[in-house]
């Protein structure tokens, strides 16, 4: 059984605070993310594993720090090993899911091959095939016998429509989901989320539109997320890697969350309520980049 991408990235990350004096990232959530190219999320739980290790220190301020002294001098140009992080193969599914995303800002109307497509990312075709069958399952590429894989087509229309209906649902959620909230983990929300003039420290973490929706204990809203959020999910991400939008999304989050916290409810729906909206600024600002600079 292999092991868990969790496992690998805290193996691999364990081994450079415990070696090397100089790290190739900075020690934040988003740096080290970037790093090992998945999302916050394992992330997130392996800091925690090594803080509770006394490995990492979380500062008051919130800021990572090593406690132990590393026991070698190793520098990235001595070590070769300390230039290639990790191979996580299940990140290829993030790797893929935002190229399709450019291609689907891009109206990309050619068919996506297995084989051409394992050999730009280095590995079998049977893997790249396990990878667009997940990618059909969530909606950004269809199958088409005989073909090949089919991108989905980015149309503004569908994403307003959608916005619409996110907004309705996601607002009950919210409602619904405020007996079930515990404090502590809203807190632990408000810590992933950085919002920053610096922008190496930002942070941003987008696994709280879950946690309400996951308890709002209304099987329908959650259907609806589960069958058409991915797709916009990934889209949304994208618009969101620019360090501006990022600043801008995580004291969207924060505001959110604070409110939540004090359980002001109105100023809480309100800001999601704004957060929300100011998706369609960020992708439509995205598309509109993409055409100018003829991708």
């Keep these: 059984m292999s092991l868990k991408v969790t496992d690998k990235i ?3 990350l364990k081994h ?3 070696t090397f004096t100089e ?3 900075k020690l934040t959530l988003g740096a080290i993310a970037e790093y090992y190219t998945v999302s916050l999320t394992p992330v997130r739980q392996v800091v925690e594993e090594l803080i509770e290790e006394k490995i990492l220190l979380r500062k008051p301020n919130g800021r990572l720090e090593r406690i132990i002294e590393p026991s070698g001098d190793a520098t990235p140009s001595n070590v070769a090993q300390f230039q290639k992080p990790v191979k996580l193969n299940s990140d290829l599914d993030e790797l893929v899911t935002n190229d399709v995303v450019q291609l689907s800002l891009q109206n990309h109307g050619d068919y996506l091959r297995e ?3 394992a050999q730009k990312y280095n590995t079998g075709r049977t893997i790249m095939r396990q990878v667009f069958s997940r990618l059909a399952g969530a909606g950004l590429i269809e199958h088409v016998p005989r073909c090949g894989w089919k991108v989905r ?3 503004e229309k569908d994403m307003l429509d959608y916005l619409e209906i996110r907004e309705i649902l996601e607002v009950k959620a919210l409602e619904l989901a405020r007996p079930y909230f515990i404090r502590e983990e809203l807190e ?3 810590e992933g989320n950085i ?4 922008p190496t420290m930002v942070e941003l973490d987008n696994d709280l539109h879950n946690y309400w929706i996951n308890r709002c204990d209304n099987w329908y809203i959650q259907d609806f997320f589960n069958r058409h959020s991915a797709f916009y999910t990934a889209l949304f991400d994208y618009a969101a890697l620019g360090e501006k939008v990022k600043t801008e999304m995580a004291q969207e989050h924060r505001d959110i969350l604070e409110h939540l916290i ?3 409810w109105k100023k809480a729906e309100k800001a999601l309520i704004k957060h929300i909206r100011d998706q369609r600024q960020n992708v439509m600002r995205l598309v509109q980049f993409k055409k100018r600079n003829s991708f």
């Design 23 to 25: 790290l190739p990232f």
């Design 115 to 117: 084989e051409a497509t």
């Design 188 to 190: 632990r929300f408000l």
């Design 153 to 155: 087509t980015f149309r």
């Design 262 to 264: 004090t359980e002001d």
């Design 10 to 12: 805290k193996a691999d």
């Design 195 to 198: 919002s920053s003039d610096d």
């Design 16 to 18: 450079q605070l415990e």
